[in-house]
């Protein structure tokens, strides 16, 4: 793919990605807002919610790209919260393991619905074939993603086909 192209696509879908999200973000933004919550501790909770298991903070310092201490109080505040739960790993007692809990789930699970509202509004607007076609090209596309860039997604590519 020559290089202009690759940014007509790149352009194509931040706007595409954008229609989507149009106004779901700010709510959702609005929600942990008025919890008081950093961005770097809703980060943690996306990330715990779509990793779909516990981690081990330095693990989860590691994906955030801050410091283990930085992790540490940010898991801190979102125990106190009730969004989180840690504790000790059975393997290595000096390893602390983080996962959510049932508030923290429901919180990124509103988070994924609203999401998922906004994608079902904006597919039944779409005529049948622009459906069609849009549907066989998106699961060629994810059928052509290399693996480690699907991890952690919804559905594999069978899914996509199969869907409607």
Not at 65 to 71: D, E, G, I, P, R
Not at 78 to 106: F, H, I, N, Q, Y
């Amino acid at each position: 793919m020559d290089v202009a192209a690759e940014v007509d696509l790149a352009d194509v879908f931040d706007t595409f990605i954008g229609i989507l999200h149009k106004g779901c973000d700010a709510d959702v933004l609005d929600v942990f807002v008025s919890m008081d919550l950093t961005l770097t501790q809703v980060r943690v909770v996306f990330m715990l919610a779509m990793h779909g298991s516990e981690l081990p903070i330095n693990v989860v310092a590691e994906r955030l790209n801050v410091s283990v201490a930085t992790a540490g109080r940010t898991v801190d505040r979102l125990v106190t919260l009730g969004m989180v739960d840690r504790r000790e790993d059975p393997d290595d007692r000096r390893s602390k393991l983080v996962s959510l809990t049932a508030e923290g789930r429901r919180l990124a699970d509103t988070q994924r619905e609203g999401m998922r509202e906004r994608i079902r509004t904006f597919s039944r607007a779409l005529p049948a074939d622009v459906a069609d076609g849009l549907r066989e090209a998106v699961a060629a596309a994810i059928a052509a993603t290399p693996e480690h860039l699907r991890a952690g997604a919804a559905c594999s590519p069978d899914q996509v086909r199969t869907s409607s």
